[in-house]
């Protein structure tokens, strides 16, 4: 399977600020880069995706692209308790396979 | 009007026992999928279907078949169980092509 892999957590932000996710992926014809957020026992969720080089903004989540890096990340601005769950970064190739990192945690202190 | 939906939610059983689990979606998508989610929460994938065509079958053991009756429903059945097939399996699907994936909500498998 491509590798795909997220900084290690779990990382703890205080409440109000930006967390900072980050994502490296091996296979240089990836196409598609996806965030998703999944809640313990619950279901991965799309918060977001990006298919072109540069920055996406979505409410408080922006996503960064950069392929000559083979890196995309995602900032969450502004961050709240509901915020704090597992956030997982995939990737897709033309071979139809979505590859999943392993998750970096993150908690919102209140 | 739930998107994709798998039964059971939960399933307890004991080794050596056969088992399925069923999914089924209403998004119009042509390609479903079978990920394994391990203790760890990393995500791996199993299967795919397109239009009930097999497209992806990844290296996993053939106590695990799926058949696709048709393109909204994506079943797995699992022969022989063992205590390593404990985790989550989650069905989703999508457009074939760069789409972003729509998971539901799980089956969590535990084997004793």
């Known amino acids: 399977q491509k590798e795909v892999e997220q900084n290690s957590g779990p990382l703890s932000v205080p409440e109000g600020a930006i967390a900072s996710l980050n994502c490296t992926y091996s296979?240089?014809?990836?196409?598609?880069f996806f965030w998703y957020r999944q809640y313990s026992g619950k279901s991965p969720e799309l918060i977001m995706s990006?298919?072109?080089?540069g920055d996406k903004e979505d409410g408080r989540f922006t996503a960064q692209l950069n392929k000559a890096s083979q890196y995309v990340s995602l900032l969450i601005r502004d961050s709240q308790p509901s915020d704090s769950a597992t956030y997982l970064c995939?990737?897709?190739?033309?071979?139809?396979?979505?590859?999943f990192g392993a998750g970096t945690t993150v908690t919102v202190r209140a | 009007d739930t998107a994709v939906s798998q039964t059971p939610k939960y399933l307890v059983t004991q080794m050596g026992n056969d088992k399925s689990i069923k999914c089924e979606q209403n998004?119009?998508?042509?390609?479903m999928y079978w990920y394994k989610q391990d203790s760890k929460k990393f995500l791996k994938i199993m299967f795919s279907?397109?239009?009930?065509?097999?497209?992806i079958n990844e290296t996993v053991p053939n106590r695990f078949s799926p058949k696709s009756p048709d393109k909204a429903h994506l079943n797995l059945h699992i022969n022989s169980l063992e205590l390593g097939d404990s985790a989550v399996y989650f069905c989703?699907?999508?457009?074939?092509?760069?789409?972003?994936?729509?998971f539901g909500n799980g089956t969590r498998l535990t084997v004793t």
């Open positions: 989703a699907s999508s457009h074939l092509g760069n789409s972003p994936l729509h």
């Open positions: 296979d240089r014809v990836s196409q598609s």
């Open positions: 990006i298919y072109s080089n």
């Open positions: 995939a990737v897709g190739s033309n071979d139809y396979k979505l590859s």
């Open positions: 998004l119009g998508h042509d390609t």
């Open positions: 279907y397109n239009n009930k065509e097999l497209i």
